[in-house]
């Protein structure tokens, strides 16, 4: 199969990201920090992106969006966004978890990582993967807790071993995540060669479902009481979604 090629978004986080990527090569990537949310600027970032690598949305062969946990309205925007834009193109879509990409940052990392965002009310969303320096494997699974909770969470399960940290929730929460790392966004290049990785190697039919992974309710579900009780995600495939 042909190296395919692939426009992946990420809007999980106030800091947005678009990127083309052909097969595992970043053609162009582009991050954005809107003031009035991923909605007003989405679309525009992309033009730029096909403008840069002179192609057209019909040149795409796959669209990859991050599934979250996040922004409840930025995953929804990422997602409706490409599943649009694949309708009309006639092409298949994809959601790859966000915390998933993220560790991603330290792949070349050897022992274990976490991926650590600010979900806002005093909590953080949260997994830890373990890395040969090449490939991650899950250790827990995506969920949401208090930073403090969160980070016993981890030792416990890292037996005590030096965790690499990185995302947003490292730099709200620094005494409780120290890290060394400097670069905490969110890559849509690197959602987009994981992506691509997949179709590659498994095929469409092995691709995730293009629908978002929130972990817990929206703030709009507690206030109307309409959201199931909360339970902590155990045992998911790290490249599907809920």
Same mark, same amino acid.
């Given at each position: 199969?042909? +190296?395919?090629? &692939? @426009? !992946?978004?990420?809007?999980? #986080?106030?800091? $947005?990201?678009? %990127?083309? =990527? ?75 978890? +966000?915390?998933? &990409? @993220? !560790?991603?940052?330290?792949? #070349?990392?050897? $022992?274990?990582? %976490?991926? =650590? ?126």
């Amino acid at each position: 199969m042909k +190296s395919p090629l &692939v @426009l !992946a978004v990420e809007t999980s #986080t106030y800091v $947005g990201s678009a %990127a083309l =990527v052909k097969g595992s090569k970043v053609l162009c990537q582009r991050f954005f920090e809107p003031t009035r949310g991923h909605g007003g600027i989405l679309l525009k970032e992309v033009h730029a992106l096909f403008q840069e690598a002179d192609l057209s949305v019909q040149d795409i062969d796959l669209f990859a969006a991050g599934s979250g946990p996040g922004s409840f309205t930025g995953v929804r925007v990422g997602l409706s966004t490409l599943q649009a834009m694949a309708w009309a193109a006639g092409r298949p879509v994809t959601a790859i978890a +966000s915390l998933w &990409v @993220l !560790a991603h940052n330290l792949v #070349t990392t050897t $022992g274990y990582i %976490a991926p =650590v965002l600010d979900a806002r009310r005093q909590e953080v969303y949260g997994a830890l993967y373990r890395s040969n320096g090449q490939n991650l494997e899950e250790v827990l699974a995506p969920n949401v807790a208090s930073p403090e909770q969160w980070a016993e969470t981890l030792c416990e399960a890292a037996n005590g071993s030096d965790i690499a940290y990185v995302g947003s929730g490292v730099l709200a929460y620094p005494d409780i995540f120290p890290t060394i790392h400097e670069d905490h966004r969110m890559h849509a290049g690197k959602l987009g060669q994981l992506a691509a990785e997949i179709l590659t190697k498994e095929g469409v039919e092995s691709l995730p479902n293009a629908t978002p992974r929130y972990v817990r309710p929206s703030q709009a579900e507690l206030l109307f009481g309409q959201a199931p009780a909360h339970n902590p995600v155990d045992n998911l495939d790290p490249k599907a979604t809920l």
